[in-house]
Every structure is written in C-alpha cells, then in structure tokens.
C-alpha cells in the first residue's frame, strides 16, 4: 500500500440503494447504467445521461473508456486548485488517442464551476505546461514516470501503472472483478497544492 493512498476495495452500490452523494458507482462494466457515473450536485439518479456527451451508454455495454472519461470529467468537479483559471480547464491526455477522443465526447460543451472544459492530445515529448488535469494513458512505469516528471505545478495527475502513485501520481484507476476503481494519494495532491473533497476521498478505494 502506498503511504497516502487509499487501496482495500470500494462498495458495490446496487442502483436502487444509491447514496445521496453522486456516485463514482464501481458498476460492473457489463451492465453499466446509464446514471451510474454521475458525480454531481444533485442526486445521480436525477440526471441521467449527466456526463455521456454524445455517447449513450443505453445502446450496449459501457467501455472502459466510456467510464473513465465520465470520472475524469467528475474528478474535476471535486479538486480546488489554488488560482482560478481565467480560460478552460484543460485535460491533457498522454499516450492514448482513442482514449482522448472519447474523453472529448464526454466533456464536450460542458463546464466544472465556470471553465469550460477542454482537451488536449499530448504526444511524446509534448509539453503538459497549460493543462489543469494530465492522464497518463497504459505505458511502461518508466515512461510514465517520465511524464509525471514533465509536470510542473498544480495539475491532478491521473494514471494507470501499477506504482502510478508511488511515482508521484495523484490518482490511479484499476479494475478488479470487472469493475473500475480508482485509489487516491491526497499526500501527492496536496504537495502540488491541490485540495480534493472529502466526498470524493469517501468514494475512492481504501
């Protein structure tokens, strides 16, 4: 376990015993529906299609794309960087075009607390410098290490790799027993000057 994370696994909320705080659900990818993902201000079960964009999980399965799209556009809704930004918000995503497509869909037309949100493909040797949020697609750990290295300031950094966190990530997404879940290492947040909501630390992995 990482020193800061949070690691055992997250509950399984049957969708009609929902908690009032919006829901990173951990649903079964197989059977995804379509309110499960809303992390909002407002019951997730009273908006559905909150954070599909133009892609309607209703048609067949979720992605595993699909899902992690929809918490990273929720991710930002949780975290305070410590200046407002006069432009968009930015999510930079490195290593993964098909992946940054879908994340466009996702955010597309929509805003977390006034910016709009945007993104940006980020190719090798790119510089991450203008993006709030960086995702740090499948790669081998020294890679992506490397572009947590590239990183400067406050910016959540979200990853795959298995010591993602240990490298100095922000957050991690995995999946076990075919659900995604995320885990969460507030100490790194808070050394880049980011503060993470408490409801979003209750709803990650631990």
Avoid at 26 to 31: L, Q
Avoid at 99 to 112: C, D, M, N, P
Avoid at 115 to 134: F, H, K, S
Wanted: some cysteine; overall charge neutral; glycine content about 10%.
């Amino acid at each position: 376990i990482v020193p800061g994370s949070r690691a055992s696994p997250s509950p399984v909320f049957p969708l009609t015993r929902l908690p009032r705080i919006d829901a990173a659900w951990m649903w079964p990818r197989s059977r995804m529906p379509p309110v499960a993902f809303g992390i909002a201000a407002v019951p997730a079960v009273a908006i559905p299609g909150l954070i599909w964009g133009e892609t309607s999980p209703e048609a067949g399965a979720v992605s595993d794309g699909q899902v992690k799209a929809a918490f990273l556009f929720n991710f930002a809704k949780f975290v305070n960087w410590p200046a407002a930004s006069e432009g968009p918000l930015v999510i930079g995503i490195a290593g993964d075009d098909a992946f940054a497509e879908v994340v466009t869909k996702t955010v597309r037309g929509r805003s977390v607390n006034g910016p709009d949100l945007q993104t940006r493909g980020l190719g090798e040797g790119d510089d991450p410098a203008g993006c709030q949020v960086v995702f740090v697609g499948v790669m081998r750990p020294q890679d992506a290490a490397e572009w947590l290295h590239r990183v400067r300031g406050p910016v959540l950094t979200v990853g795959e790799t298995v010591q993602f966190l240990r490298d100095g990530g922000m957050v991690r997404f995995y999946v076990e027993n075919n659900n995604v879940r995320f885990q969460i290492n507030q100490k790194n947040a808070e050394a880049a000057g980011l503060k993470i909501s408490s409801q979003l630390l209750t709803l990650a992995a631990r």
